[in-house]
């Protein structure tokens, strides 16, 4: 690709906003995590970095727990998948096979499971989906998981596609970005 991310750095040791670049094929064939302290900036940075992923045409599914990122379809050419009048797609008639099946041809996904009761399920069917279909492919495709810690616990029971991702997914071509809420530094 050769495609390089532009991404804002803030903290509040810096005077302004700086930014750093990253290079897109690390992205989409390694493993990222955006790690931070509530109200740090990690929800503005997922939206950022999807901006980024946006302008440089890279495929990828952004798995939005709380509804906060449809503002992305705005700037971008953008497939919402959710439950209200506003979204593309809605999960209760949604065959999710098909979707994954097409997902590596057609624009980004925003996955909006605020409003599903099964979210756990609904993901768990949508990736263990796009494993099969990037694993037949072989093509590159990123995950970006905002609120790891609600589908992968530290206690209580885990999405199991996500452990199976993380471990296999690299070789076959599906990727994980994990954010997550980190101690304070």
Known sequence: ?????????LNVCFQGEKTFKVDA?????GRTCVIGASESGKSYA????CEELCKNNIPFAL?????EYSGL????????????ERCDLNWSALNVKELARQALDIPPLILDVSEVE???????????EMFKEVSARRTPYLIVLEEADKFVP????RLKILEEVARRGRKRGLVLCFAHKGLPL
Do not use: A, W
């Open 1 to 9: 690709m050769g495609n390089r991310l532009h991404v804002p750095l």
């Open 25 to 29: 094929d690390l992205i989409v064939t």
């Open 46 to 49: 997922v939206g950022v970095f």
């Open 63 to 67: 798995i939005d727990i709380e509804g």
């Open 73 to 84: 379809k705005e700037k971008y050419k953008m497939i919402l998948v959710g439950e209200d």
């Open 118 to 128: 099964d979210r756990k399920g609904k993901i768990g069917e949508f990736l263990s």
């Open 154 to 157: 530290q206690g209580g029971e």
